[in-house]
């Protein structure tokens, strides 16, 4: 059996929190804990190719000006799309243990590969991407992930049904079924490390997909709308399983217009200190009004993951 950690939650490794947790939490259900987590996770390799299309879900106008303005229009979807920095294995090290995933099939692409995408395709596969976090998860195997597939840009059941084979084929006997209990002590002796939220119907006839997870977010660029949001949703409860909250803010055109030369980084940089304030004073656990996965951009920023994993500590007193 596992060690028992004497460290305080302050000390623990982050590339290897969950296993240094101390054993009072090793029977807390993962849904109570607090869990840093990765909004967008896969824009740190957006296509700065100009012939790569923008996603047609975006505005029209946005479209619009990227087709005749390209030039001019790109470098602004780039400083606004771009959410992470870090590659997916040192987002992992970092702390993050919840990865938003969002598939998206290439319009116009004859292969049957998939990318992420926000705004714009990245350059690496879904594929990759996923045997990237399976050699981690072999590396280091008390760690436990929750990988959210959501979107799904592009894809007809076909794909669907080669996206799952794909996720099969790479985690194999890590794939945690949907009736298992989710403590790390039962997780760590299935040895089972992945937890796949599948944001569509086809997850209800497979026994390896959990539901969508649900995701609050709040449509503010301002971080005290954001924390007012957030402070009126917990007044109603939690949900009971899974939940993020989503401490990214959103621009707007308007936004971005009036700050040309900004970028998202700027606008989180600035806005981080007053949101983590407010994360540090959250709590874990059932009751309500408690937090569950937090989920940021620029996670290697100004101690995101260690001030969302020492949350944890609460649960001890």
Same mark, same amino acid.
């Given at each position: 059996?596992s060690?028992?950690?004497?460290?305080? /939650?302050?000390?623990? !490794?982050? *590339?290897?929190?969950?296993?240094?947790?101390p054993?009072a +939490?090793?029977?807390?259900?993962?849904? %109570?804990?607090?869990?840093?987590g990765?909004?967008?996770?896969?824009?740190y390799?957006?296509?700065?190719?100009?012939?790569?299309?923008?996603?047609?879900?975006?505005?029209?106008?946005?479209?619009?000006?990227?087709?005749?303005?390209?030039?001019?229009?790109?470098?602004?979807?780039?400083?606004?799309a771009?959410?992470?920095?870090?590659?997916?294995?040192?987002?992992?090290d970092?702390?993050?243990?919840?990865?938003?995933?969002?598939?998206?099939?290439?319009?116009?692409?004859?292969?049957?590969?998939?990318?992420?995408?926000?705004?714009?395709?990245?350059?690496?596969?879904?594929?990759?991407?996923?045997m990237?976090?399976?050699?981690? /998860?072999?590396?280091h !195997?008390? *760690?436990?992930?929750?990988?959210?597939?959501?979107?799904? +840009?592009?894809?007809?059941?076909?794909? %669907?049904?080669?996206?799952?084979?794909?996720?099969?084929?790479?985690?194999?006997?890590?794939?945690?079924?949907?009736?298992e209990?989710?403590?790390?002590?039962?997780?760590?002796?299935?040895?089972?490390?992945?937890?796949?939220?599948y944001e569509?119907?086809?997850?209800?006839?497979?026994?390896?997909?959990?539901?969508?997870?649900?995701?609050?977010?709040?449509?503010?660029?301002?971080?005290?709308?954001?924390?007012?949001?957030?402070?009126?949703?917990?007044?109603?409860?939690?949900?009971?399983?899974?939940?993020v909250?989503?401490?990214?803010?959103?621009?707007?055109?308007?936004?971005?217009?009036t700050?040309?030369t900004?970028?998202?980084?700027?606008?989180?940089?600035?806005?981080?200190?007053?949101?983590?304030?407010?994360v540090?004073?959250?709590?874990?656990?059932?009751?309500?009004?408690?937090?569950?996965i937090?989920a940021?951009?620029?996670?290697?920023?100004?101690?995101?993951?260690?001030?969302?994993?020492m949350?944890?500590?609460?649960?001890?007193?």
């Amino acid at each position: 059996m596992s060690e028992c950690s004497e460290l305080s /939650l302050k000390e623990l !490794p982050m *590339e290897s929190w969950m296993s240094h947790l101390p054993c009072a +939490l090793w029977d807390t259900p993962l849904y %109570h804990l607090a869990i840093p987590g990765s909004h967008n996770a896969i824009t740190y390799c957006l296509d700065m190719n100009d012939r790569s299309p923008v996603d047609p879900m975006q505005p029209d106008m946005l479209q619009k000006l990227d087709k005749y303005m390209k030039p001019l229009i790109r470098p602004f979807v780039y400083k606004w799309a771009i959410t992470q920095e870090v590659t997916i294995k040192q987002q992992l090290d970092c702390g993050v243990r919840y990865c938003d995933l969002r598939i998206a099939h290439r319009p116009n692409d004859h292969s049957s590969d998939l990318y992420f995408y926000h705004g714009v395709y990245t350059t690496l596969t879904v594929e990759t991407i996923l045997m990237e976090i399976k050699e981690w /998860l072999d590396a280091h !195997p008390k *760690e436990v992930v929750i990988l959210s597939f959501s979107h799904f +840009l592009g894809l007809n059941q076909e794909l %669907h049904i080669r996206l799952l084979a794909t996720i099969r084929s790479t985690f194999t006997s890590k794939l945690c079924p949907k009736t298992e209990v989710l403590t790390l002590q039962n997780l760590w002796a299935l040895g089972y490390q992945v937890i796949v939220s599948y944001e569509h119907n086809i997850s209800s006839s497979h026994s390896d997909l959990w539901p969508h997870i649900p995701y609050w977010w709040a449509n503010k660029c301002k971080a005290e709308a954001l924390i007012e949001e957030f402070e009126e949703r917990k007044q109603h409860g939690r949900p009971g399983g899974f939940f993020v909250t989503g401490i990214n803010l959103t621009e707007d055109l308007k936004y971005i217009c009036t700050h040309p030369t900004e970028s998202l980084k700027d606008l989180v940089m600035a806005t981080y200190p007053a949101l983590l304030a407010w994360v540090r004073e959250q709590t874990p656990g059932s009751k309500l009004g408690s937090l569950n996965i937090i989920a940021g951009d620029f996670i290697t920023e100004r101690h995101f993951a260690p001030t969302v994993v020492m949350l944890n500590e609460k649960l001890l007193k």
